[in-house]
């Protein structure tokens, strides 16, 4: 089964920007709601943003309201996760997966999960 790839991550300093890019072509990507989720050692998986299949609707976590925007492009199968003003908080593995059904904060909603792309930031 073919999963979504992510790409992007790296160091940067606090206040820098990035932008993450998750391409999948698995599966009829305009199907999917896709979501990134993130993972810092030691602590839970947790949602970070959400963007329907048409990309009409998105959601997002409190914590990056405001400094991350999803965005996707159908005609490439990619999903992308432009991240401004980051944080040391921000460190963590970032993961794109579809929602399959049910709660879109929960990573067990999720199904086709990448691998990950690091991000670290440092003060």
């Known amino acids: 089964q073919v999963q979504p790839v992510e790409s992007g991550g790296g160091l940067v300093q606090a206040g820098a920007s990035l932008r993450l890019s998750c391409t999948d072509s698995?599966?009829?990507?305009?199907?999917?709601?896709m979501a990134w989720f993130r993972q810092a050692p030691g602590k839970e998986r947790e949602f970070v943003a959400l963007?329907?299949?048409?990309?009409?609707?998105?959601y997002y976590a409190d914590s990056v309201q405001g400094r991350f925007t999803v965005s996707r492009d159908n005609a490439k199968n990619s999903m992308y996760l432009q991240m401004n003003n980051l944080k040391p908080e921000d460190s963590a593995v970032y993961y794109c997966?579809?929602?399959?059904?049910?709660?879109?904060?929960?990573?067990?909603?999720?199904?086709?999960w990448g691998q990950g792309t690091q991000v670290t930031v440092s003060s």
């Open positions: 997966a579809a929602h399959r059904s049910g709660n879109i904060h929960h990573s067990d909603s999720f199904d086709y």
């Open positions: 698995g599966r009829k990507f305009t199907y999917y709601s």
């Open positions: 963007i329907s299949g048409i990309g009409g609707v998105t």
